[in-house]
């Protein structure tokens, strides 16, 4: 009890030697926070969108077959499926058509999905809630087109996508095949690939394989290679997470080194009178200890905090200007709270501990020195 | 006897303070995902059923570029679709990294 009676007064005495100054160790306190916030941030926004991709995309199709030619996608004949169709393993094979639809008056790019399972007709397209924040209909609930030779298409908005699907349907505008081809004039018998169903999965690749080999120029997609593609995009090695890592942690860096290189006159006179008073230096460190435990744990839990309500409940606006880029048509979308505790504490370890210890670092440095030649320097 | 008049230490104003922080910051990463699992759940069974249904391959993340639309399915060839860190879409073309297949390759 006497110890801990005796780490109270060490804190009291060290809150009230924070609370002298104020301004300095607000400001110390506001970057700090700043720092561990864009760290946190990007780590909860990463890692909840790269959980969100993987699950929703475990329902993608198990393998896409395109058709290279010259170093270009191109359309892929129809008829391939049923050379596909015989290779052992493989269940089923549907051709899929899509495109992109770039609106020259709003300068946005839609994405155009032919789907066998429409229900409605010709005439009508069911769109994604990005379609009908950036394209205005008309009073009939009608889009305008132009088809690939100029002519005009009028389309009524039959059905819109659940807000919820944002994510995934945003920017889709899907149609029956018929409309589809007559919109993009593309050629009956051609598709813009081919998704194959596969019975036994772990005999994807070795069917990729004989695709490969049987049609030339074809380049078999697997469902793992897509789920690897954004699995990686927001890992920590990506070029985004790269340079705000990179930055931010340099900034902590730059912080704590100039933190651990210098200590004011006030700080130095102040522990010249400790000293003076009688003072061990052991005392002396164990009070700096706790000024830089104080300062770093608030910051992190208030960093962490912050990180945690603007990704999680206000849906990571400061991100949205850095993802949004070229594209006028962003999703809206909400990531599911999910935070990796190993994660977690390697940013407690980084951000709380060298910061305590780089303080200790100077104060021992003249806490051994005379009292008198202390002050003095002061 | 405690004297009713004595300041309250600023040790115990940190200390609980620190502590109310720390439960509210547990409720956040251990209580809310949980409260809110039920509307997430509810979301992403719609879009997964309709990533099944339509045969989705990607998100709708970045809509400038086709690569960047269809990043699974851009092609390997053409010039930043190897390596998309070039600047000519900044910055999704610059949070793109290279395709789990061009980074086996270099392996």
Redesign the interface.
Do not use: H, K
């Given at each position: 009890m006497r110890w801990l009676e005796r780490q109270?007064?060490f804190?009291?005495f060290t809150?009230?030697s924070l609370?002298r100054r104020k301004r300095k160790n607000f400001a110390l306190i506001a970057v700090y926070v700043l720092i561990v916030f864009m760290l946190c941030s990007v780590i909860f926004f990463t890692n909840a969108l790269r959980r969100?991709?993987e699950?929703?995309?475990?329902?993608?199709?198990e393998m896409?077959v395109?058709r290279?030619m010259a170093?270009?996608?191109e359309l892929i004949p129809i008829d391939y499926g049923d050379k596909i169709k015989s290779i052992r393993g493989v269940r089923s094979v549907?051709p899929?058509l899509w495109g992109?639809y770039f609106h020259p008056a709003n300068r946005?790019?839609?994405?155009l999905?032919a789907?066998s399972?429409a229900a409605y007709g010709d005439q009508s397209i069911e769109v994604?809630q990005?379609v009908l924040r950036t394209w205005q209909a008309d009073s009939e609930g009608k889009l305008y087109f132009r088809a690939y030779d100029g002519e005009a298409l009028a389309l009524k908005v039959s059905k819109a996508?659940?807000a919820?699907?944002?994510?995934?349907?945003?920017?889709?505008i899907?149609m029956t095949e018929p409309t589809f081809r007559r919109l993009t004039g593309m050629p009956d018998g051609f598709a813009t690939?081919l998704?194959v169903q596969i019975r036994n999965e772990r005999e994807c690749a070795i069917i990729a394989e004989k695709i490969a080999s049987t049609l030339p120029g074809a380049?078999p997609?697997l469902r793992q290679?897509?789920i690897?593609?954004?699995s990686?995009?927001f890992?920590w090695?990506?070029?985004?997470m790269i340079?705000l890592l990179s930055g931010a942690i340099l900034a902590f860096f730059i912080f704590a080194w100039d933190k651990a290189t210098g200590l004011s006159a006030a700080e130095k006179t102040e522990i010249g009178i400790l000293k003076g008073i009688g003072w061990d230096s052991s005392d002396i460190l164990v009070m700096k200890f706790w000024e830089g435990t104080?300062i770093s744990?608030?910051a992190f839990?208030?960093g962490?905090?912050g990180a945690?309500?603007h990704v999680?409940l206000a849906s990571a606006p400061l991100f949205e200007h850095?993802?949004k880029?070229?594209?006028?048509?962003?999703?809206s979308f909400?990531l599911?709270?999910?935070?990796n505790?190993y994660q977690?504490a390697v940013l407690l370890f980084l951000t709380v501990v060298p910061y305590t210890l780089v303080t200790i670092v100077p104060i021992w440095r003249v806490s051994v020195m005379d009292p008198d030649v202390v002050m003095r320097q002061g | 006897m405690i004297d009713s008049a004595a300041p309250v230490r600023k040790s115990t104003v940190f200390i609980i303070s620190t502590f109310f922080s720390v439960l509210f910051l547990s409720f956040l990463l251990f209580i809310h995902p949980e409260l809110q699992m039920k509307h997430f759940e509810g979301a992403i069974a719609k879009e997964k059923e309709l990533v099944e249904k339509l045969q989705l391959t990607d998100l709708c993340l970045f809509t400038e570029a086709s690569y960047t639309r269809n990043l699974s399915l851009a092609d390997l060839h053409t010039p930043f679709q190897d390596f998309p860190t070039a600047l000519e879409h900044f910055p999704s073309g610059s949070i793109t990294i290279p395709s789990p297949l061009v980074l086996d390759r270099i392996k």
């Open positions: 109270r007064c804190m009291d809150l009230s609370g969100q991709a699950t929703l995309l475990d329902d993608a199709p896409i395109q290279m170093g270009r996608q549907e899929r992109y946005t790019n839609y994405t999905l789907s399972e994604g990005g996508f659940d919820a699907t944002d994510l995934v349907s945003s920017d889709l899907v690939d998704s380049r997609i290679e897509i690897r593609t954004y990686s995009l890992g090695r990506s070029g985004y340079v104080i744990l608030t839990l208030l962490v905090i945690y309500l999680f850095a993802l880029g070229w594209s006028i048509l962003y999703p909400q599911q709270p999910e935070v505790l977690l | -």
